[in-house]
Each structure stands twice: as C-alpha cells, then as structure tokens.
T-cell receptor
Framework: AQTVTQSQPEMSVQEAETVTLSCTYDTSESDYYLFWYKQPPSRQMILVIRQEAYKQQNATENRFSVNFQKAAKSFSLKISDSQLGDAAMYFCAQMYNNNDMRFGAGTRLTVKP | DAGVIQSPRHEVTEMGQEVTLRCKPISGHNSLFWYRQTMMRGLELLIYFNNNVPIDDSGMPEDRFSAKMPNASFSTLKIQPSEPRDSAVYFC????????????FGEGSRLTVL
C-alpha cells in the first residue's frame, strides 16, 4: 500500500521569506504522479504543482517549486517570497498507475506579516 | 467552464436519517472520486469510478455508505442510517482521463449528524 507522510503539522513563515514543506512517500511503483494541493479556509482544494515521476527536472510554478528526490522518495515544496494569501493547509499527494490519489495528513502554513 | 459541483454545501441532520450528497463532475471527465475529510483522519478516499463503473470501494466505511454513478454527469453518495461519527466534509473530485493525473475538486459538502 502506498502511504504519504507529512511530518510537519504546522509551519510558519515571515512574509516575503521562503519556506519548505516536507513530504515523503512509500511506493513500489516506478511510474506515478506527485502533487501539492492547497486548502485555504474556504476549504476548496486547489492544485499548486505536480510532478511526474519519470521527469528528473523539478517542477516549478512561479513562486512554487519542488525538490523531487526519487531515490529517497521525497517531494518537498518550496514557497518563495511568501505572501499572506499563501496561508492555508497544504497536502502532499501521490497517484500511481492512474488510479486513486492518496494524501498526506497536511501541513498548516501560517504567514506572518 | 463550471468546475465540479457538489450539493448541498451544508447539511445538518439527526442520527438515523438518510443523507444523500450529490456531485456533478466536469464535463468530459471520465473519473470521479469521493473523499471524506475529518480532523482525526484527514482526507480518506471512499470510492472512485472510471467511466461510471466503481473501481475501488475499499474505503467505504461500512454498509451504511453507498455510492452510485448512473451516468457520466452525476454521482451520489448516500448514508443510511447516518451516525454522528459520519460528520465530516465530503469532497467529490473528477479527472479528465487515466493519463492526466490531476484531480479537480468540488467545494465539498459539510455534513453534521446530531
């Protein structure tokens, strides 16, 4: 069974600073997708960034980037130039074999002005 | 384009009552997922469908829960009878196809069972 672990229940960052959220996963598959979703207080789940496991290059979306270490099964999210609107729950997720998506427990990010 | 549409947004009911949650996936999406979110257990996959066919329902808590997808544009999640421990936010999500990965989520249905 695949599992996704987020070891940081809560993180905080000063506005305009950089923060990294950690995620590890466990799978025996070689081909899979990894995602970071954001859930603001409105509770809507919003995709932040995705990474295909077969791609060696780390995905980047504006201020959001990942550090994908396939051998270590690690997939961390870096948020640069943090903004107040980045405050939310962040969920790491894995999908393999084009089937279901499994989520980590989430990390609550607070952004301090 | 409209996103995934769920109804109701909020439901308060009494223990023992039947609850039906509804979901309309994004047009053209072939896969549909139901998740439950609680503080204690996080996001749990309940069931998912590919082309209207249930593929994996191993996450459905017990026989009180059932899900259907009679056509490509509609799905229901039913709880009968409901219990206080079913209180949670229930999310529906859809995916365009097997090779696209990303799930698009609805806004969720918050269920409170008294």
């Amino acid at each position: 069974a695949q599992t996704v672990t987020q070891s940081q229940p809560e993180m905080s960052v000063q506005e305009a600073e950089t923060v990294t959220l950690s995620c590890t996963y466990d799978t025996s598959e070689s081909d899979y997708y990894l995602f970071w979703y954001k859930q603001p207080p409105s509770r809507q789940m919003i995709l932040v960034i995705r990474q295909e496991a077969y791609k060696q290059q780390n995905a980047t979306e504006n201020r959001f980037s990942v550090n994908f270490q396939k051998a270590a099964k690690s997939f961390s999210l870096k948020i640069s130039d943090s903004q107040l609107g980045d405050a939310a729950m962040y969920f790491c997720a894995q999908m393999y074999n084009n089937n279901d998506m499994r989520f980590g427990a989430g990390t609550r990010l607070t952004v301090k002005p | 384009d409209a996103g995934v549409i769920q109804s109701p947004r909020h439901e308060v009911t009494e223990m023992g009552q039947e609850v039906t949650l509804r979901c309309k996936p994004i047009s053209g999406h072939n896969s549909l997922f139901w998740y439950r979110q609680t503080m204690m257990r996080g996001l749990e996959l309940l069931i998912y469908f590919n082309n209207n066919v249930p593929i994996d329902d191993s996450g459905m808590p017990e026989d009180r829960f059932s899900a259907k997808m009679p056509n490509a544009s509609f799905s229901t999640l039913k709880i009968q009878p409901s219990e206080p421990r079913d209180s949670a936010v229930y999310f529906c999500a859809s995916r365009q196809g097997p090779n696209t990965g990303e799930l698009f989520f609805g806004e969720g249905s918050r269920l409170t069972v008294l």
